[in-house]
T-cell receptor, first 115, second 117 residues
Framework: AQTVTQSQPEMSVQEAETVTLSCTYDTSESDYYLFWYKQPPSRQMILVIR??????QNATENRFSVNFQKAAKSFSLKISDSQLGDAAMYFC????????????FGTGTSLTVIP | GAGVSQSPRYKVTKRGQDVALRCDPISGHVSLYWYRQALGQGPEFLTYFNYEAQQDKSGLPNDRFSAERPEGSISTLTIQRTEQRDSAMYRC???????????????FGPGTRLTVL
């Protein structure tokens, strides 16, 4: 199984500021997909952003962007202009492009947004 | 419905009882996945199906856990002789196709919170 590590159990950010959540993963594969999911208090799982490993360009979705460093096996999430609604648990996930469709998730980072 | 549904949403049972958790995927979705999420942890893969075929059950913790999807749509995860350590959120997801290429996004259900007393 692949290993996904989120080394920051908790993070906080002032409203309107920028915060970066870190994620590293361990794999011997060259083709894979990476995802960030948000889990608010309702405990839904909401896709935030996704990245294909063969694309060098970092994915961006409005205020959310990633810094994908393939050689370093790093996939951090940057949230700009943080809003109160961004407060949630954030999970990084890995999916192989070859060996199966299951996701491997990190342990999550709990983000608090301070008004 | 438009999304993945799961029932029951909450289940409290006594140790030693069997439980069956149901997942109804998005209509037309080929693949269906089961995950278990302990409090404060990320979802952990249990098993998945393409159509009615169980493709990978390597994540099932022991033989008390089983899953089926007999008609390639609704799936049931069964836990026999439940133990307190089985308490967790059990989450189902579905995706449109079975191939590994492309994002093949998984859409998650709301989960069933299982408490074993």
């Amino acid at each position: 199984a692949q290993t996904v590590t989120q080394s920051q159990p908790e993070m906080s950010v002032q409203e309107a500021e920028t915060v970066t959540l870190s994620c590293t993963y361990d794999t011997s594969e060259s083709d894979y997909y990476l995802f960030w999911y948000k889990q608010p208090p309702s405990r839904q799982m909401i896709l935030v952003i996704r990245q294909e490993a063969y694309k060098q360009q970092n994915a961006t979705e409005n205020r959310f962007s990633v810094n994908f460093q393939k050689a370093a096996k790093s996939f951090s999430l940057k949230i700009s202009d943080s809003q109160l609604g961004d407060a949630a648990m954030y999970f990084c996930a890995y999916r192989s492009a070859r060996t199966g469709n299951q996701f491997y998730f990190g342990t999550g980072t709990s983000l608090t947004v301070i008004p | 419905g438009a999304g993945v549904s799961q029932s029951p949403r909450y289940k409290v049972t006594k140790r030693g009882q069997d439980v069956a958790l149901r997942c109804d995927p998005i209509s037309g979705h080929v693949s269906l996945y089961w995950y278990r999420q302990a409090l404060g942890q990320g979802p952990e893969f249990l098993t998945y199906f393409n159509y009615e075929a169980q493709q990978d059950k390597s994540g099932l913790p022991n033989d008390r856990f089983s899953a089926e999807r007999p008609e390639g749509s609704i799936s049931t995860l069964t836990i026999q002789r439940t133990e307190q350590r089985d308490s967790a959120m059990y989450r189902c997801a579905s995706s449109f196709y079975s191939g590994t290429s492309g994002f093949n996004e998984q859409f998650f259900g709301p989960g069933t919170r299982l408490t074993v007393l």
